[in-house]
């Protein structure tokens, strides 16, 4: 099958970062783009497009440590990076040696070379970017001594070895690799089989002397110039490893895909010695085998996702966060965590943490911020994105603060009942129920979420019926009377928790549920009549006037009943389309007009 675009311009990319990795120059350049694309021409991923293997190499450098020069720009700075490491009596000798060349010399006309060379012996200022920089490994002019060597045709002269490596039981194969240099033998990071086969082309390429079989065989890279040193390199296959049930692992951990999950922090190995893997969360998105392994992909904190084993997951923990005495906000331990140690770096007014649990005062327009382990209720229960917790006219309690830069304090305002207007930037605009002191003007002040939290019932609302507790959707008593329930009301508002109550007339508090119990033989009461907004009433009554001006007050008259098919037919070419679920009101509307002498 044909391989598209974009998976041969991948494959051709991926081909270009193992040649840079294999050669220990972690370095990319157009002249190496340019040569495996030429050598793999005739090939399927060679036709790819050489735009987009540049956009895809840049995309993956950094993950894969590679450094990229393709600009001239790039190739600028990265000559005057290896100047920079150059005694002044080797730049200058570069220089005589240039000149000396004369126009057969091809550095004279390498534009870039001869700007860093000018720039580095005049009498400029070093730029600051120079200090502390690492040099790249390789040369990035051509020496006149080199030119006929790499012009020469290298022959691959083990082709026996290579068909062996590219058989199709090589895909599921690894390799363990050692690097043998002076009598010192060092271990590298192990190599998978479906990439020795390009591997060992590319070293045959450069000129390396490959010995062996397929199940053990070496790399001689003595002697041979442009090469990583003289060091050879021993690949020995590993043995095969038993089939991992993965859906069993994945059951075991009591994880599922989509699941947000923790990863721990972890040392890993890389080329230039061990580094440290901060732990982050994200979601699980897979599960499979590498290298005997049972490994995880995990969305990454800045886009790129990671691939930890799936014994370093575990459900993400949670911290509450309260700003201000407002209403708690469910976060991750690890950011909760996070924000404890900027804390104590930063330094702040004053702080106290014990057990998890700290209190921390700004001294600036963060104000206080109170952050403590979540409970299992409060874990959970179901938190809804900010912009989605309240909708136009929820009636919400107002808990705002001030910030006073002269004393670099918060301080908290009385609380009052408002009514949510919408939501703009991040915050909704809500208006007070209760007129301003004037007694005419009704403020309207942009909240933050922690500064709201919803009305909740009053003890007039328990209806003077026995109750039955539900806790998490099961039945655990029945017949709770009233007046505890009551008592309870009464509690959650002093303390301030929220609760509210839903459509049954039940009583929510977190996981619990007081539901009112009806008399037996009784019918479920009727729902309460929708109160419509006066936004909604002057829409369906311009809509009624539509109707009747297409129906009774035509030429000549049709009379039609107001369905829902017979106005949705009548609405569809508005330009605001009128919801359905307004089509009673504007029956309403239409009925008030009937009924008129």
């Not at 157009?30 to 040569?35: I, L, T, W």
């Not at 860093?116 to 040099?135: Q, V």
């Not at 001689?220 to 490893?241: E, L």
């Not at 959707?473 to 002093?494: C, I, S, Y």
Request: aromatic content about 6%; proline content about 7%; some cysteine.
């Amino acid at each position: 099958m044909a391989l598209s675009a974009l998976d041969r311009a991948q494959h051709m990319a991926q081909q270009i970062l193992i040649f840079a990795r294999l050669h220990n120059h972690h370095v990319v350049t157009v002249d190496e783009v340019e040569a495996v694309m030429s050598r793999d021409a005739d090939t399927e991923q060679g036709k790819a497009n050489r735009t987009t293997v540049r956009r895809i190499i840049r995309q993956r450098a950094e993950i894969e440590r590679v450094r990229v020069i393709f600009t001239r720009e790039e190739r600028y700075w990265a000559i005057r990076e290896q100047l920079h490491h150059m005694t002044a009596d080797q730049v200058a000798a570069l220089a005589d040696s240039i000149a000396d060349g004369g126009d057969d010399d091809p550095r004279g006309w390498d534009k870039e070379l001869v700007d860093a060379i000018g720039a580095h012996r005049s009498n400029r200022p070093t730029p600051a970017r120079l200090y502390g920089c690492t040099p790249v490994s390789i040369r990035l002019w051509k020496d006149p001594a080199t030119v006929a060597v790499e012009e020469t045709p290298a022959v691959d002269p083990y082709p026996a070895l290579y068909r062996s490596l590219s058989a199709a039981d090589m895909t599921s194969a690894v390799y363990d690799v050692t690097a043998s240099q002076d009598g010192v033998k060092r271990h590298c990071p192990p190599q998978p089989g479906k990439r020795l086969a390009l591997a060992v082309a590319i070293k045959h390429g450069a000129g390396a002397r490959v010995e062996g079989t397929a199940e053990l065989f070496t790399v001689d890279w003595r002697g041979v110039q442009k090469g990583p040193g003289d060091i050879v390199f021993t690949f020995r296959r590993r043995a095969a490893v038993p089939s991992v049930d993965v859906e069993a692992a994945r059951e075991a951990s009591g994880l599922s895909v989509g699941d947000l999950v923790e990863v721990s922090g972890h040392k890993v190995e890389t080329d230039k010695g061990w580094d440290y893997v901060p732990a982050w969360y994200g979601h699980l998105r897979d599960v499979w085998v590498s290298d005997g392994q049972i490994v995880a992909r995990v969305d990454g904190p800045e886009g790129e996702p990671g691939v930890p084993l799936l014994s370093d997951l575990r459900p993400v923990r949670w911290h509450m966060r309260t700003v201000n005495g407002g209403t708690p906000e469910r976060i991750p331990s690890l950011d909760a965590l996070r924000e404890i140690n900027n804390a104590m770096s930063w330094g702040v007014r004053e702080m106290s943490e014990s057990a998890g649990t700290a209190r921390i005062d700004y001294g600036d327009v963060r104000g206080e911020v109170w952050l403590r382990p979540a409970t299992s209720a409060e874990i959970a229960t179901e938190q809804k994105p900010e912009r989605e917790r309240y909708a136009e006219g929820d009636r919400v309690i107002v808990r705002g603060t001030f910030y006073r830069h002269e004393t670099r304090r918060t301080y908290v305002l009385d609380e009052y009942e408002g009514t949510v207007t919408q939501w703009v930037a991040g915050h909704y605009n809500v208006r007070a129920v209760e007129p301003d002191e004037d007694g005419v003007t009704y403020g309207v002040r942009p909240c933050a979420v922690s500064e709201l939290r919803p009305v909740p019932p009053t003890v007039d609302d328990v209806v003077d019926v026995p109750h039955d507790l539900y806790l998490s959707g099961n039945l655990r008593h029945e017949g709770v009377p009233a007046d505890q329930v009551r008592r309870v009301v009464k509690n959650l508002r002093f303390k301030r928790a929220p609760f509210h109550r839903d459509a049954e007339g039940a009583i929510v508090v977190e996981t619990r549920r007081y539901v009112p119990q009806r008399p037996a033989g009784n019918p479920e009461p009727a729902p309460a009549p929708r109160e419509w907004s006066e936004k909604d009433v002057r829409r369906a009554r311009g809509f009624a006037a539509k109707w009747r001006a297409e129906t009774v007050c035509a030429e000549p008259p049709v009379r039609r009943e107001p369905t829902d098919e017979a106005l949705a037919e009548c609405f569809p070419h508005t330009v605001r389309p009128l919801d359905a679920e307004l089509y009673p009101l504007v029956r309403q509307e239409l009925a008030g007009w009937d009924a008129r002498p």
